[in-house]
C-alpha cells in the first residue's frame, strides 16, 4: 500500500478563512491533512525561537505551529498575492512614507 504524503497545517493567519478549502483540495490530491493543536504558550515560544524579533504574533505562531506538527513532510500556508498600484506622483516625489 503506498504511503500518503502527511501534511501540517499550522493554525495560524489564513488558516482560519481557508482551511476548508485547503483539507478537500490537499485530500483529493491524496494527503494526509495534519491541523497543529490549538496555539498555546508552547507553540508561541517555539514560534519566537524561529523567527526574527520584528515578526508578528501571527507568524510566530504559523512557526511555532509547524515545529508542533511531528512527523509530516511538508507544512502548507498560501499567501495572497496582493498587487499594489502606486500612483506616479508618489513614484516621484522623493520622500514618499
Given amino acids: 500500500m503506498k504511503r500518503r504524503i502527511r501534511i501540517g497545517i499550522p493554525r495560524a493567519l ?6 476548508p478549502l485547503w ?3 490537499l485530500e483529493k490530491l491524496g494527503a ?22 520584528d515578526a508578528c504574533v501571527p507568524i510566530k505562531v ?8 511531528e512527523g509530516i513532510k511538508a507544512a502548507f500556508e498560501k499567501t495572497l498575492d496582493l498587487k499594489v498600484t502606486v500612483p506616479d506622483h508618489l513614484l516621484q516625489a522623493k ?3
Fill in 14 to 19: 489564513s488558516y482560519y478563512t481557508f482551511y
Fill in 23 to 25: 483539507r478537500v483540495f
Fill in 32 to 53: 494526509e491533512i495534519i491541523v497543529s493543536k490549538n496555539t498555546n504558550r508552547k507553540i508561541l515560544e517555539d514560534g519566537i525561537k524561529e523567527t526574527v524579533n
Fill in 62 to 69: 504559523f512557526h511555532g505551529g509547524i515545529d508542533a506538527n
Fill in 95 to 97: 520622500n514618499f512614507y
